[in-house]
């Protein structure tokens, strides 16, 4: 399955910031979103998991395959890790360093599509 880079998402603090957007693709779990054609994707970063959320102007999208990985970049350090689908959303399990400056690059197929690049 072909992956392609959805987006490059910067992580301001380890609790994200939202992104400024319109009403309908505001963040719903705390974290950053970018608007692609796939799709709305919500970025979750924690120390222990990096979840993305895929939702359709505000809804939840019903997602029967999903996979991907994820890059966290901070600093000098560089940290990869495969996505899985889990329920309604893409998870990615380890030891993630998050906080100011840290920046993440998620690749993800949805549906058994190559999502759109953001």
Excluded at 33 to 61: F, N
Excluded at 67 to 78: H, I, L, P
Excluded at 84 to 100: H, N, Q
Excluded at 102 to 116: F, I, Y
């Amino acid at each position: 399955m072909k992956k392609t880079p959805i987006a490059a998402l910067l992580i301001a603090t380890a609790l994200a910031l939202p992104a400024f957007a319109a009403e309908d693709h505001a963040p719903k779990h705390g974290g950053v979103v970018v608007e692609t054609k796939a799709g709305d994707l919500e970025l979750v970063a924690k120390p222990e998991m990096i979840v993305i959320h895929v939702s359709d102007h505000g809804k939840p999208m019903k997602l029967t395959s999903g996979s991907g990985k994820v890059t966290v970049f901070n600093g000098n350090d560089k940290t990869e890790a495969p996505l899985a689908l889990v329920g309604d959303k893409l998870e990615a399990k380890g030891s993630f360093k998050v906080g100011a400056g840290t920046k993440v690059l998620a690749e993800v197929s949805l549906n058994g599509k190559p999502a759109a690049s953001a």
